[in-house]
């Protein structure tokens, strides 16, 4: 009989051990925030299972005791997916001591792992079986298996290799009651019955936790061609894109827009970054082209495309990484935007995707949006143009206030998910729901799907224990 929270801290501790399941102060101010700082809560204590039967122990008995469950990995999603609800009677559940590489299988071309292995770890052994795992995100030193699954996690390859869901092979997941779904297939090709594991993929904690995955393993690039050109607008970055996939073979893996604005903002507030042009243009991309043929001379024929590019007047300039250094100096650019616009201030933040022909048309009007609704910022929008997907940012000037520039957030997030709507886009293009856009998710889908979507919800977890509050807005 469970008499309150400090009862069922007991229980489990009794249930699964000391070691696994804390309340100290520490351990749960690990879980009190989220990475941007939007929310803050109060676990009632953290669980840090270290194999399935306790994870498997700990959803059973949250279950028959109604006690809600919010899985964490890396902590770094943008929409406050995995921070507890300020109640103090939440129980976090991390992942963070099942991080084994369980086995690389070099000729099924994958990899098994548990959900609490570090991306970059992931992408480590797979290099040192010679191959590649091409999801690449900026907080991979930091971020986990479980929380990419979950989220759907993007980033720079999604262009040549897909997002998380399309790397993804089998699963294993602990049901909300406690029971195991094992499925770590490496099969390519399987098709017995509805394909279970599509939705934990993007579920964001909410219907399971997953605890290990085989994923897709390529091979391993040999050689690379990097490129950082000034293009002359939005539109003749689209149709660069298009003549860099036709003349690469399809070899284009990663396509990033850069405007100037972002490059300033760079070598601002980081000394040591600069950018190979002396004054940055308004748009700039990052291209890159990769192949694992060691002889492909993939340079030789960037250039051409890139003079063939400049002859039609898509671009005024380019700087071709000499070696591998230049190379990770244009990255550094690139993945550093996210930092130096956290140090130049607020920033009202928008992750949406539209068809890639229509990217020119959404940067002119949603300019015009941000310019009229939100005075006080300036526009800073970068990304993964290669997929439809821009990080349509606006960071507060200087001299303004932020708390007025703050209270702009709401009219001019309506305005911009509106307008990407029109053209047939999403709101949500990678970072997911979180707690930051269930409002949205309730506005923009259409009602049956709403409705589907709660179905599978009740139907996985009829006690509503999986991270309450999170995707789908509490029935009201
Ligand atoms: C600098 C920076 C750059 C970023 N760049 C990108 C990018 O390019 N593309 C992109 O897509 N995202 C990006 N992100 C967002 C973020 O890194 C991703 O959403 C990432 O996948 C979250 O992983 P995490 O381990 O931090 O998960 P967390 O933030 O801990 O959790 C995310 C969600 O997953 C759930 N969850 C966690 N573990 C499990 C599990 N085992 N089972 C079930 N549910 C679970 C949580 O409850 C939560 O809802 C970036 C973030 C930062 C800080």
Known sequence: ????????????????????????PQQIARFASDHRGLYRGQALAVARPRKLAEISKILGFCNQHRLAVVPAAGNTSYCGGATPDASGTQLVVSLERMNTVRRVLPLDYCIEVEAGCILQNVQTAATAAERFFPLAIGAQGSCQIGGNLATNAGGLNVLRYGMMRDLVLGLEVVLADGRVLSHLSTLRKDNTGYDLKSLFLGSEGTLGIISAATLKLFPLPRVRATALA????????????????EASGDRVSSFELIPGVALDLVS?????????????APWQVLVEWSSSQPREPLETALTAALQAAAERGLLQDAALAQNETQRAAFWRLRENIPTAQQRAGASLKHDISVPISQLAAF????????AQLAPEGFLVAYGHVGDGNLHFNVSQKAAADRSEFLTRAPALQRALHDCVAELGGSFSAEHGIGQLKV??????SAPHELELMRAVKQLLDPNGIMNPGKVLKPRG
């Open 1 to 24: 009989m469970m008499q309150g929270p400090g009862s069922a801290v007991s229980l489990l501790t009794a249930l699964v051990g000391a070691d696994v399941i804390s309340n100290e």
């Open 230 to 245: 000034q293009v002359a607008n939005p539109a003749a970055a689209v149709e660069l894109l298009a003549l860099m996939r």
């Open 439 to 444: 409002e949205e998710l309730a506005r923009y």
């Open 363 to 370: 940067i002119e009007r949603g300019a015009a949006l941000a």
């Open 268 to 280: 601002k507030y980081m000394s040591d970054i600069s950018a190979p042009f002396a004054v940055p």
